[in-house]
């Protein structure tokens, strides 16, 4: 299942407290204090992994709790330290304070990571406290709390191509043929209710991370269907591949379509217009498709923005389609 957004409640582990502890050595008669100190308590941290794709591991975790330290021992031996817990979330997590919604960070990077709470710190034992007026002392400290913090992660898909379309347009289809993925696809009108992420691989052995964002409709930048839910996904893809279907299915206008999908991406963010984008014409094995298609070529006007006529169910350009999209990745700075 993807998941996109869950609320947490971390706790960092106590501090161990430090003890009262004496010497009791062969040879050594007056003994001494030899209490040791707490070992620290563990910490959360939160890591960016580009293994990782979703939130998915953290939808029925409410809490997250780390250890805590060990307690000093005689001899001055010191606790234990609670050993760090490490979260492992998907490149473009942004991490939020529940209370004020307030963006605390935004991990993009593999690796990238940050401590949301610091474990507590070790009590001292009785060693700490000897002087030359208190040769026995019989007091130590507790450890201290470790930090909490309640905070949201929200995922913001980081993908090379991002597929944008209506409903049914075909998009499942185009990334299982692009990327061999598994999807849902079936010979009747429904949507995708989750992105669905693949990887599309070359001769060279090159790869580029392709997202199928689930079905777009007049309203979404208002919140309607899924709306804001899966927009905000557009945002961090490199490149947007338009897949309309020419078909007319349903009755519906290609043409109409595209400038839908146009203006909820404007209305939404008018950035994401600047970037660079392919419309792919899908189900040209329809038998109304050459028409459609000569239409919309003749009332659209795109400049620099390449129109492909594909089948994806049938895999008519699809190998020139690959080919499209990496030109464009490539242009857009794409590292292979």
């Given at each position: 299942?993807?998941?996109d957004?869950?609320?947490?409640?971390?706790?960092?582990?106590?501090?161990?407290?430090?003890?009262?502890?004496?010497r009791?050595e062969?040879?050594?008669?007056?003994?001494?204090?030899?209490?040791?100190?707490?070992?620290?308590?563990?910490?959360?941290?939160?890591?960016?992994d580009?293994?990782?794709?979703?939130?998915?591991d953290?939808?029925?975790?409410?809490?997250?709790?780390?250890?805590?330290?060990?307690?000093?021992?005689?001899?001055?031996?010191?606790?234990?330290?609670?050993?760090?817990?490490?979260l492992?979330?998907?490149?473009?997590?942004?991490?939020k304070?529940?209370?004020?919604?307030?963006?605390?960070?935004d991990?993009?990077e593999?690796?990238?990571?940050?401590?949301?709470?610091?474990?507590?710190?070790?009590?001292?034992?009785?060693?700490?406290?000897?002087?030359?007026?208190?040769?026995?002392?019989?007091?130590?400290t507790?450890?201290?709390?470790?930090?909490?913090?309640?905070?949201?992660l929200?995922?913001?898909?980081?993908?090379?191509?991002?597929?944008?379309?209506?409903?049914?347009?075909?998009?499942?289809?185009?990334?299982?043929k692009?990327?061999?993925?598994?999807?849902?696809i079936?010979?009747?009108?429904?949507?995708?209710?989750?992105?669905?992420?693949?990887?599309?691989?070359?001769?060279?052995?090159?790869?580029?991370?392709i997202?199928?964002?689930?079905?777009?409709?007049?309203?979404?930048?208002?919140?309607?269907?899924?709306?804001?839910?899966?927009?905000?996904?557009?945002?961090?893809?490199?490149?947007?591949?338009?897949?309309?279907?020419?078909?007319?299915?349903?009755?519906?206008?290609p043409?109409?379509d595209?400038?839908?999908?146009q203006?909820?991406?404007?209305?939404?963010?008018?950035?994401?217009?600047?970037?660079?984008?392919?419309?792919?014409?899908?189900k040209?094995?329809?038998?109304?498709?050459?028409?459609?298609?000569?239409?919309?070529?003749?009332?659209?006007?795109l400049?620099?923005?390449?129109?492909?006529?594909?089948?994806?169910?049938?895999n008519?350009?699809?190998?020139?389609?690959?080919?499209?999209?990496?030109?464009?990745?490539?242009?857009?700075?794409?590292?292979?």
């Amino acid at each position: 299942m993807f998941v996109d957004k869950v609320q947490l409640r971390l706790i960092a582990g106590k501090g161990g407290n430090g003890v009262v502890a004496w010497r009791r050595e062969k040879y050594i008669p007056k003994g001494g204090p030899s209490g040791g100190d707490g070992g620290k308590g563990a910490s959360i941290i939160i890591q960016a992994d580009c293994h990782v794709y979703s939130l998915e591991d953290y939808r029925n975790i409410k809490i997250v709790r780390a250890k805590n330290g060990g307690q000093g021992g005689s001899n001055q031996k010191k606790g234990k330290d609670g050993q760090d817990k490490i979260l492992k979330v998907p490149l473009g997590t942004i991490i939020k304070k529940t209370s004020s919604n307030e963006a605390l960070y935004d991990l993009t990077e593999h690796g990238q990571q940050v401590t949301i709470c610091s474990g507590g710190k070790g009590g001292k034992g009785n060693i700490h406290f000897k002087s030359s007026t208190n040769r026995a002392p019989n007091q130590c400290t507790e450890g201290t709390d470790g930090g909490e913090e309640e905070i949201e992660l929200e995922l913001k898909l980081i993908a090379d191509v991002g597929l944008v379309g209506m409903p049914n347009a075909g998009k499942s289809t185009i990334i299982s043929k692009l990327a061999k993925l598994p999807v849902k696809i079936a010979p009747y009108p429904f949507t995708t209710l989750t992105p669905n992420l693949g990887l599309v691989e070359f001769d060279d052995y090159s790869r580029i991370l392709i997202a199928d964002i689930p079905g777009i409709i007049k309203g979404a930048h208002h919140d309607k269907g899924l709306g804001l839910s899966f927009l905000k996904h557009i945002e961090r893809t490199e490149v947007l591949v338009f897949v309309i279907d020419i078909a007319a299915q349903d009755q519906r206008d290609p043409l109409q379509d595209f400038l839908t999908l146009q203006s909820e991406l404007k209305s939404y963010n008018p950035n994401l217009l600047q970037k660079p984008s392919l419309v792919v014409l899908n189900k040209i094995d329809d038998g109304n498709s050459d028409e459609h298609c000569k239409q919309f070529k003749k009332s659209v006007s795109l400049e620099s923005t390449p129109i492909l006529e594909t089948s994806a169910v049938n895999n008519i350009n699809m190998d020139e389609l690959k080919e499209t999209i990496r030109e464009l990745a490539q242009k857009k700075g794409k590292k292979f």
